[in-house]
């Protein structure tokens, strides 16, 4: 039996749709629209493709994009002076600064600088907490944009075992939190993890965002189990072509799982979706408008 495929890049598209049809009830209420400031350092060129797609989106939305290229030689003393500034900006409502952050430069105290009420990606420490005491706040866009795919799924998750494989601040931490909100059973498993098959093999829905190519197989899945793959890993084929990866090996795992994010088109393209839908909350939320419906 062949898993259905979720298909993250169309569920990604028409939630872009419902966020750019929402931005203007905004605009009609404050009379100015949301914005988002995007900081990069440097020149990594995967960086320099996401900020710019991240612009694109923006602005097709119906966003304000604020874009800050900063030399690989600045200082984090320049670089928290500049967050310092957009927080203080009042048609900035949300920040992102683009991780990784040039060596020499500590991203936890920029990230900490970042306002948590402007905090887009949802890393400060304030909305780490906030997630974990199940208060409202700005969540993480890869395991939110997860989340989503989920409950797009399997509606109702909860009593549901749920594995989440790496456990890093940005993607396993908050998306086995996420799930825990709902209900879920959870298990969080890592590198340290004793008979990772076998605690893979408990979940109804597995999460793996490890970055190892191809890691979980097909024998470890629980039988119709849906399987959301956040994996992104690049490798060069023998025609010297890059193939993007994911961290389960797909082509075995479909005809074990009930349904499986492919990559690419799964989690990839949710990321920005997400990022569009927090800024649209951010700046609803500032202005002490509800939270948009539907989003
Ligand atoms: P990190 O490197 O920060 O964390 C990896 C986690 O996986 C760690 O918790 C680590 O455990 C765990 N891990 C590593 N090897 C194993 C193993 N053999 N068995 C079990 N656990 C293991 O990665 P990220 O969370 O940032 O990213 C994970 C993947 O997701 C990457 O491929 C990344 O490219 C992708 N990604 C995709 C996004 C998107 O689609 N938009 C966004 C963000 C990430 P330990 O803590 O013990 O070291």
Redesign the pocket.
Known sequence: MSARLIDGKAFAARLRERVAAAVPDFVATMDRVPGLAVVLVGDDPASQIYVRSKHKATVEAGMASFEHRLPETTSQEELVALVERLNDDESVDAILVQLPLPAGIDDKAVIDTIDPDKDVDGFHVINAGRLAVGEDGLVSC?PLGCLMLLKDQLGDLSGLEAVV????N???KPMAQLLLRENCTVTL?????RN?AEVVGRGDILVV????PE?VKADWIKPGATVID????RQSGEDGKTRLLG?VAFAEAKEVAGAITPVPGG??P??IAVLLRNTLVAAQLRAGMPPPAGL
């Open positions: 890869t494989v790496g456990r890093s940005i993607v396993g498993a890592h590198s340290r993890t990772l965002a490890v970055g190892q890691l956040v994996g992104m890993n961290d989690v990839g949710m990321t």
